[in-house]
């Protein structure tokens, strides 16, 4: 009875998370009482009890204590960083649904118009990135024209120098065609250029149109994020603002009305800037189908000009050589003739009639002939001739020096215009990235999505009638944003809800809970729900025993304030790492002790789940580590220890005999020899006063 009492003062002193004096105090009461019971105690009154030995299988269980504890928690995190208005107390018991904590919106409403500044001056540089990517490609462009068109001037050399004339009459038949060509193309060149002139104004005049209107938009766009800015900050309530917060909301204050006005002017532009755009773009469209057809129409003339004109210049190389043949044919019928008159005056010559200093002049006149005939056929020869090898390869190599320098030209376009393109993709980019970003801060958020409404509908009025896609794709945002608005006013985003019930934990800010007022960053976790249904028990077991226990063995759980609930179990992990017996107590000591004495954790998994169940209720195991399935045994307090062997108190007489055979357990002695099953042992008990 005195040990018993010893212990539980003990245990006592064990389970109370004390400080240095309150453990000190707690050892002295156990030191006393015990005291006053070792000085006081009676002698003791022993009597015997029979124990019969027995054969059958025997258990060896282990018995300890734990408690009930939550497996896992639910966590309850913040979707955005803000300051906590409210917090749910620490350890309370809450249902599902009721609210966990409250978070200012006020921090998020600033992020959302930062972020709204951010989207318009993006949508800025995106603008102007188009156009310089039109001025890329204009001024690129026109130095690929260039390149090309000189490629195509020396192709057209070249297709003169190697290609060879028809002759004949066929320069005279291609001047006889060409000349009506060029008056037909004169006549319709000069109704181009008179339709060119008038859709360049119209043009231009739509140029400054859709440059004031698009002036007009984004200085209302930067108002009116401006003015959503302003409205956030006045919005929020004076009570609890600091010095310097006060002074921001009153600047605002002082602020908005003149952004208003400001915006009330610009909107009253709006009619007559968005008449002048659609008159403009009216004269454009009607001056544009006829200056097309006209430029169709003069294209097809001057190609079929340029095809007379290459053929003519081929003729034209030839001339030189149709010349030459008409010599060589006239240099034949002048010696014909001079050959005619000597054979004429041979015969004269021969009859008396002439004399021969004539008839020598008429031979001299043959020999000159035939020589000026052996001249030009010789000329006709040469000109006959085909190009030389060098001439050729000359011509080729400069053909092909054009058509590099025209096919870099196109690759510095193409570059250029890879370089503009790569800037508008990351600029699109940066513009989705800021778009879901406002879309995700101020999804659930009413004011904000009232905002973006507003928002989103000025820009749709203000939007120029040619981009269709982006009026499409605001329509449909914009019925998207009605619809989360109805749905936000339901349920709103910074009053966060139990979505089960159970017992919380607040996160901690240092060494205490987190509290109202303290700041909250997206993606904390501010507190952790323990489902009662969701436990297990958490024991600790002495080194000595742990050796015995190992992850999947069964064993049977006793919960004494749930009218000894028994329930089956199964361990589920034995720590790897022991502890001191007193090393829970040392965040509360001033001072490190311990208890030489190594505990393990061990965890066993219930069988059922319970909404009674509650975190630190006394559960008792009781684990099966052995078992022997036929033996011979007696209690092992029927048998003691004598020397290196056992003896027991046999019969009614009580004759001590030796026992063979070891403990198995706590409780049980097997008998391996010294007594047989059905002897009966006498055990010396004390009397319980």
């Not at 965040?587 to 030489?596: L, M, P, Q, S």
Request: aromatic residues 6%; contains cysteine; proline residues 3%.
């Amino acid at each position: 009875m005195n040990v018993r009492l010893i212990d539980k003062a003990m245990q006592f002193t064990k389970r109370v998370r004390w400080n240095r004096r309150t453990a000190g105090i707690a050892a002295a009461v156990a030191g006393v009482v015990a005291l006053a019971f070792l000085r006081h105690r009676e002698p003791a009154t022993f009597y015997y009890a029979s124990e019969t030995v027995r054969r059958g299988p025997v258990q060896q269980i282990l018995h300890e204590a734990g408690t009930l504890k939550p497996r896992e928690p639910v966590l309850v995190k913040c979707d955005f960083g803000a300051r906590i208005q409210f917090l749910v107390e620490d350890g309370a018991w809450v249902e599902k649904g009721e609210t966990l904590f409250i978070l200012s919106e006020e921090d998020e409403v600033k992020r959302v118009a930062d972020d709204r500044n951010n989207l318009l001056g993006v949508r800025q540089e995106l603008r102007l990135a188009s156009m310089r990517r039109q001025f890329a490609e204009a001024s690129e462009g026109q130095k690929a024209s260039a390149a090309m068109r000189t490629y195509d001037l020396e192709a057209i050399r070249f297709r003169i120098l190697t290609a060879k004339p028809v002759g004949g009459t066929e320069l005279i038949r291609l001047h006889e065609a060409l000349v009506p060509i060029e008056a037909e193309t004169a006549t319709v060149r000069e109704a181009f250029e008179r339709a060119q002139a008038a859709y360049q104004i119209a043009f231009d005049a739509h140029l400054d149109a859709v440059d004031a209107a698009q002036s007009h938009r984004d200085a209302s766009m930067r108002v009116q994020a401006r003015i959503d800015e302003l409205s956030a900050r006045v919005d929020i309530a004076a009570e609890g603002l600091n010095a310097s917060e006060q002074d921001e909301r009153g600047r605002a204050e002082k602020d908005l009305p003149a952004a208003r006005d400001e915006m009330a002017r610009l909107a009253a532009g709006d009619a007559a800037l968005a008449k002048r755009l659609e008159a403009a773009r009216a004269t454009r469209d009607a001056a544009k189908p006829a200056r097309d057809e006209l430029q169709a129409k003069l294209t097809e003339r001057e190609l079929m000009e340029e095809d007379y004109h290459i053929r003519i210049e081929i003729e034209k190389r030839g001339l030189p050589l149709a010349k030459l043949r008409l010599d060589e044919e006239s240099a034949t019928l002048v010696l014909a003739e001079s050959e005619r008159k000597r054979d004429q005056g041979q015969l004269a010559f021969a009859a008396g009639a002439l004399s021969k200093t004539a008839l020598e002049d008429l031979e001299a006149a043959v020999r000159a002939n035939a020589s000026q005939l052996r001249i030009v056929r010789e000329n006709v020869a040469i000109a006959e001739r085909p190009l030389a090898p060098e001439v050729l390869l000359e011509a080729q190599t400069k053909l092909d020096r054009m058509k590099t320098k025209a096919d870099q030209a196109q690759e510095a376009l193409k570059r250029a215009l890879a370089i503009q393109d790569q800037e508008i993709e990351v600029l699109k980019a940066q513009e989705k990235r800021w778009t879901s970003s406002i879309d995700s801060r101020s999804r659930h958020f009413p004011s904000m999505i009232e905002a973006n409404i507003e928002f989103a509908e000025k820009e749709l009025t203000a939007l120029d009638q040619d981009d269709g896609k982006r009026r499409s794709d605001l329509t449909a945002e914009l019925a998207r944003m009605r619809t989360a608005l109805e749905a936000a006013k339901l349920t709103p985003p910074n009053v966060y809800k139990a979505p089960v019930s159970g017992i919380t934990w607040v996160m901690r800010e240092g060494d205490r809970p987190r509290q109202a007022g303290d700041r909250a960053w997206e993606e904390d976790t501010l507190v952790e729900i323990y489902p009662p249904q969701d436990m297990e028990v958490v024991a600790k077991i002495n080194e000595v025993n742990v050796k015995h226990v190992a992850k999947g063995m069964r064993a049977m759980i006793d919960i004494p304030s749930l009218d000894h609930l028994r329930l089956v179990g199964d361990i589920t992990q034995v720590s790897g790492i022991g502890k001191d017996k007193f090393a829970e107590f040392s965040d509360t000591w001033d001072k490190i002790v311990f208890a030489d004495v190594t505990q393990f954790e061990v965890r066993c998994r219930l069988s059922q789940t319970r909404q009674d169940y509650r975190q630190g209720m006394t559960a008792l195991l009781s684990i099966v580590v052995g078992e022997k399935p036929d033996a011979l045994w007696l209690p092992l307090g029927a048998v003691t220890r004598t020397g290196d062997g056992w003896t027991a108190l046999a019969g009614d007489e009580r004759r001590t005999v030796a026992v063979t055979g070891e403990p198995f357990g706590d409780d049980v002695f097997i008998v391996d020899g010294g007594l047989q099953e059905g002897d009966v042992v006498q055990v010396k008990r004390v009397v319980d006063r």
